[in-house]
Nanobody
Framework: QVHLVESGGGLVQTGGSLRLSCAASGRTLSSYSMGWFRQAPGKEREFVAA????????RYADSVKGRFTISRDNAENTASLQMNSLKPEDTAVYYC????????????????WGQGTQVTVSS
């Protein structure tokens, strides 16, 4: 069992940056690949980024490629999402998740989820 808690969300202007963190308790995060998803009001949850267990492989949604960077620190049992050049369309609740799959872009592949953190980008 893994308990995930996100932090770092907030209100930022267009072009600004935020860094989201995901802290884990329970089993070590190094046993799982990690992912970030987001859900805007009235929309389905969508994939943002994923990282393999070792951190050697990453995947990004086209909409965030070049602006967002996913990382992990297995020693600290954390994962992070650095978000730069934020746009109003990035506004959503962001969730971190853990998966037994090597690296996953589908939310169905993730077993454990955090409660989410709100990111709001003002225009």
């Amino acid at each position: 069992q893994v308990h995930l808690v996100e932090s770092g969300g907030g209100l930022v202007q267009t072009g600004g940056s935020l860094r989201l963190s995901c802290a884990a308790s329970g089993r070590t995060l190094s046993s799982y690949s990690m992912g970030w998803f987001r859900q805007a009001p009235g929309k389905e949850r969508e994939f943002v980024a994923a990282i393999s267990r070792s951190g050697g492989t990453t995947r990004y949604a086209d909409s965030v490629k070049g602006r967002f960077t996913i990382s992990r620190d297995n020693a600290e049992n954390t994962a992070s999402l650095q978000m730069n050049s934020l746009k109003p369309e990035d506004t959503a609740v962001y969730y971190c998740a853990a998966s037994n799959v090597v690296i996953a872009v589908l939310y169905q592949s993730y077993t454990y989820w955090g409660q989410g953190t709100q990111v709001t980008v003002s225009s």
